[in-house]
T-cell receptor, first 111, second 114 residues
Framework: DAGVTQSPTHLIKTRGQHVTLRCSPI?????VSWYQQVLGQGPQFIFQ???????GRGNFPDRFSARQFPNYSSELNVNALLLGDSALYLC??????????FGPGTRLTVT | AQSVSQHNHHVILSEAASLELGCNYS??????LFWYVQYPGQHLQLLLK????DPLVKGIKGFEAEFIKSKFSFNLRKPSVQWSDTAEYFC????????????WGAGTKLIIKP
């Protein structure tokens, strides 16, 4: 079975631009969470979606938004990019148990 | 705000040494506890987890952790480390009423000298 997949792997954007990151959960998993991991720190929770509804939101500005599609894949959108948005963005999926399975992440660099 | 503290940011050990990585959290209610590992170039993987029951939990690759509720701690241990244990280790906590949101420590980079 394929694990959690994320695309793209790497991305370079300029300040002020917009970015869309994508995540496909493990087959059968209906919950997707997004985390931001800045270099040298642990992941920070951004969003959780379950059955296409937002179930949790971390302390991130409104420039960050997400959605989940009927096939349970998800997109994370970030508007008006800042240098401080440079990070590894992780997606995790879950179903039933509390254990979350992580994808490889998307490395976003904002210049 | 709830927080998770990992006491050591960098640990260097020789092969066969014993390992203990500290993790403390600040939430006073019921929690679920996790240790994740990130090997170089790989994604986060679950090492072990505690939900309830025996506070001493065993995970993969010979790792174990002990939940001490009175100390708000969940320290990770391994009696004898190997070079292949070189990785970054993260402690994470989920509060029972938080919709499965994980609060993470800053991570500990472990380097094992062969």
């Amino acid at each position: 079975d394929a694990g959690v997949t994320q695309s793209p792997t790497h991305l370079i954007k300029t300040r002020g631009q917009h970015v869309t990151l994508r995540c496909s959960p493990i087959s059968g998993h209906k919950s997707v969470s997004w985390y931001q991991q800045v270099l040298g720190q642990g992941p920070q929770f951004i969003f959780q979606y379950y059955e296409k509804e937002e179930r949790g939101r971390g302390n991130f500005p409104d420039r960050f938004s997400a959605r989940q599609f009927p096939n349970y894949s998800s997109e994370l959108n970030v508007n008006a990019l800042l240098l401080g948005d440079s990070a590894l963005y992780l997606c995790a999926s879950r179903e039933g148990s509390l254990e979350q399975y992580f994808g490889p992440g998307t490395r976003l660099t904002v210049t | 705000a709830q927080s998770v503290s990992q006491h050591n940011h960098h640990v260097i050990l020789s092969e066969a040494a014993s390992l203990e990585l500290g993790c403390n959290y600040s939430y006073g209610g019921t929690v679920n506890l996790f240790w994740y590992v990130q090997y170089p170039g790989q994604h986060l993987q679950l090492l072990l987890k505690y939900f309830s029951g025996d506070p001493l939990v065993k995970g993969i690759k010979g790792f174990e952790a002990e939940f001490i509720k009175s100390k708000f701690s969940f320290n990770l241990r391994k009696p004898s480390v190997q070079w292949s244990d070189t990785a970054e280790y993260f402690c994470a906590v989920n509060e029972m009423d938080s919709n499965y949101q994980l609060i993470w420590g800053a991570g500990t980079k472990l380097i094992i000298k062969p």
